[in-house]
């Protein structure tokens, strides 16, 4: 029978350690930043805007969402990476009316952040 040297079994206790730190230690954060937005009247806080036009976009054209706020007033949009954008928002109402808001959101990495935008 073989008997295993001293400086085999380093080595390979070296190795299995090394190999577990870089399997189990290269862990990927999620940088993904979710923002939500809720559309409200100025006049009345309590009452939301559905189906009103979203943008949420710097002052270059690189990182752009836009869409439409659902029934409960809401937009959400789930960004790739952290920022501070600016977020515009409005709505035409017939026959000839607009409302209009904008504000400015904070995208923090791993997290989910709310804004609350008012329009007159």
């Given amino acids: 029978m073989k008997k295993i040297s001293i400086k085999s079994l380093i080595t ?3 190795v299995v350690s090394i ?3 870089v399997f189990f230690g290269c862990k990927k954060d999620n940088t993904d930043c979710t923002a939500i ?13 559905p189906y009103a036009d979203v943008i949420i976009a710097p002052n270059y054209p690189d990182v752009r969402a836009q869409g439409k706020s659902d029934a409960t007033g809401t937009f959400q949009y789930v960004f ?3 920022g501070i ?6 709505k035409i109402i017939p026959p000839d009316d ?6 400015v959101i904070r995208l923090k990495p791993g997290e989910t ?7 007159q």
């Fill in 80 to 82: 790739k990476y952290e």
């Fill in 85 to 90: 954008l600016d977020i515009q928002v409005y």
């Fill in 19 to 21: 190999s577990g730190i």
């Fill in 98 to 103: 607009t409302v209009r808001g904008t504000g």
């Fill in 113 to 119: 952040v709310s804004k609350t935008v008012f329009v």
């Fill in 12 to 14: 390979l206790v070296f």
């Fill in 37 to 49: 937005v809720t559309v409200k009247y100025l006049n009345d806080t309590m009452q939301i805007l």
